[in-house]
């Protein structure tokens, strides 16, 4: 069964290229092994890249241990939701594809707060 969305609607692929999700799926769902929570659907920018790196998370290198490509402006990501809230109270938060985001996410961020950086999913 497929997991819920932020808006109540079925949890839409995030993306293949590159692969992302805990799972490695595609999708941003979420289960006991994900302690940090990989729910936020974004689409990484450079402002989110340089904040991420500058907090002890480089999100550019990769790590091919971990299946990792490593990530680049435009590219979308399962991203955590703690992060993305961070971010967002740092004025960094990347765009987030709601109908991709997992509903945990609400657990961190209010729906308001991310519908401000909403953007279309055109690639589903």
Known sequence: ?????VLGT??????????TGFYRDGCCNTGGEDRGLHVVCVQVTEKFLSFSREVGND???PIPAYQFPG??????WC???ARWKEAYDNRCAPPVVL???????L????LEELQEHAIQDDQN
Do not use: Q, V, Y
Request: proline fraction near 5%; include cysteine.
């Open 99 to 105: 109908e991709s985001s997992h509903i945990s996410t």
């Open 79 to 81: 991203l955590c939701a």
């Open 107 to 110: 657990e961190f961020a209010s």
């Open 10 to 19: 079925d949890l839409l692929s995030c993306s293949t290229d590159p692969m």
């Open 1 to 5: 069964m497929a997991g819920k969305n």
């Open 71 to 76: 990530l680049k402006p435009g590219d979308r």
């Open 59 to 61: 999100l550019s290198t």
